[in-house]
């Protein structure tokens, strides 16, 4: 590929959506519980992630773009201890910090080299309309100096709330900043108009109503959801089975240019050597597939690259971002 690792210090991505803090609780099991037939973990240690949104705003810093972000927290531990963890990360945040919401956490218990369980402290919840303006006025003075807008949906409220995630979409636009969604849910009319939309296989048998099988159904489902859509660009994520993209070619690199509908359908093989832990892949996906769109590449290198890159990630423990060193090794190899 035509790009260096220095080519993204360049690169400067806005990333808007739920932003949660990762607990891992590490511990090992000897035995099992007299009072229920379920381990006892003695624990030994806790570690901290920045996940959600948080964790593609860190991809992207990772790998040396310009990343910054616009989520709510609450007003609690949790959201004092998310700000710690982004600004160390060089991460420009723009957090909300509202007496009406609670900072989403996952607590994931860890023992026997697996998940054993997870603990979610969440309140699922759309914005007041005073918020949700708000944040509009801020996104809309702020778009026209990004490349690239990610909105990771992972339906906690935010970008479910009536009409934001249009407004979002209709502003990018206007600006001519692409604008890619990580997509949760049967409820796609929000995305319209979108560059692109990256579900997973789950999300797009959702979306589509049925099962699909066959590469020739797969093709033909996204063909039908991206019109139905108005998307310029679907790709779907399939796990062992790589990627799938569908769009409009374009007539240069990158996003810009003139577009028609006569792409071919890019089958894209799995990368992944061994697969430890799927935790934040769609974040590393759609991350770097943005920093690939922001310094010049089509969408088909830039999906090439970031199906590398999940390859990588998907063999670490618990929501890791690419680095550096391991996105410049991808580089050298193509």
Known sequence: MAVSLEDFSKSKILVIGDIMLDCYLWGKVERISPEAPVPIVQALKRTYMVGGAGNVAINLASIGCKSDIVAICGKDRAASQLKQMVDEHKIREHLIFDDAHLTITKTRVMALEQQLLRIDEERVQTLRDELKEAILSKIEKMVKSYQVVILSDYGKGFLKTPNITESIISICRDEGVAVLVDPKGRDWDRYKNATC?????????????????????????????????????????????????????????????????????????????????????????IAILAAGLSVGLSFEDSARLANKAAGVVVGKVGTQPITKDELNAILISS
Not at 259 to 269: E, M
């Open 197 to 285: 939309v990256t579900p997973n296989s789950a999300e797009l048998n959702l979306v589509a109503n049925e099962i699909i099988d066959s590469d020739d159904e797969l093709i033909e489902a996204s063909e039908r959801i991206r019109k139905l859509y108005a998307l310029e660009w679907l790709l779907i994520t399939r796990g062992a089975k790589g990627m799938c993209l569908t769009g409009r070619s374009r007539a240069g690199q990158g996003f810009n240019g003139e577009a028609s509908d006569n792409q071919t359908p890019l089958l894209i093989p799995t990368q992944a050597r061994q697969v430890y832990d799927v935790s934040g892949a769609g974040d590393t996906v």
